[in-house]
Structures are given as C-alpha cells and as structure tokens.
C-alpha cells in the first residue's frame, strides 16, 4: 500500500507563495495519477489539480488556475503543488491522493491519501 505524506504548508500573507510537497513510500509512485485537494472547515473537500503518472497531463480547479502549478519528480517519488498570488479563500488543509490509474477531479475515486497540511493566507 502507498504512504503518502504532505509537508511544505504554513502561514503567508496574501500575494505570497507556497510549494506543498506529497511524498510517497510503499508502491510504485511512478505508475500512479496524483492529485491535491483541499478542505476548509465547514466545507466539503474540493478538487484543486492533478497530473497523471507520465506528466504529460495536467488539470485544475478554475479557482485556482494561473496561480498554482501541479508536478511531480518519480526519481524522488515526490508530487508538488506550487502555490502563487495566495489569498485568503485558499486557506484549507491541503491532501495529495494516488490512484492507479488516470487522474480525476473526484476524491471518491482516489485510492489512497495523506494526511493534509495546513494553508493559511493572511489578510
């Protein structure tokens, strides 16, 4: 089974930037899609970007489009999320996902995920 575990978030002032990274153990992260989603409280989980295994596909959530980049690195077994132009509607713990095969926008459909990091943008 794959382990998946987020870092990289924090507090920052509006306008500024973030790169979250997913790091994985325990299976072959190279053949897996990926993708990041958030959630802020008293919200349900939202889609925000996604890449599939090869990086020769990438998609993501029109809020955030223009501002937030989704990579990856298989020789290190790391996905990324770089996160520019922050404002305070991104705030939200922060979860990659893994499946075994393309990547979607529903969460359902993910098969495993870590346990989230939080993102908190100032005013």
């Known amino acids: 089974?794959?382990?998946?575990?987020e870092s990289g978030g924090g507090l920052v002032q509006a306008g500024g930037s973030l790169r979250l990274s997913c790091a994985a153990s325990g299976g072959t992260f190279s053949r897996f899609a990926v993708g990041w989603f958030r959630q802020a409280p008293g919200k349900e989980r939202?889609?925000?970007?996604?890449?599939?295994?090869?990086?020769?596909?990438?998609?993501?959530?029109?809020?955030?489009?223009?501002?937030?980049?989704?990579?990856?690195?298989?020789?290190?077994?790391?996905?990324?999320?770089q996160m520019n132009s922050l404002k305070p509607e991104d705030t939200a713990v922060y979860s990659c996902a893994a499946r075994t095969t393309?990547?979607?926008?529903?969460?359902?459909?993910?098969?495993?995920?870590?346990?989230?990091?939080?993102?908190?943008?100032?005013s």
């Open 46 to 81: 939202e889609f925000v970007a996604a890449i599939t295994w090869s990086s020769s596909r990438t998609s993501y959530a029109d809020s955030v489009k223009g501002r937030f980049t989704i990579s990856r690195d298989n020789a290190k077994n790391t996905a990324f999320l």
């Open 1 to 5: 089974q794959v382990q998946l575990v």
């Open 102 to 122: 393309w990547p979607t926008s529903n969460p359902n459909e993910y098969d495993y995920w870590g346990q989230g990091t939080q993102v908190t943008v100032s």
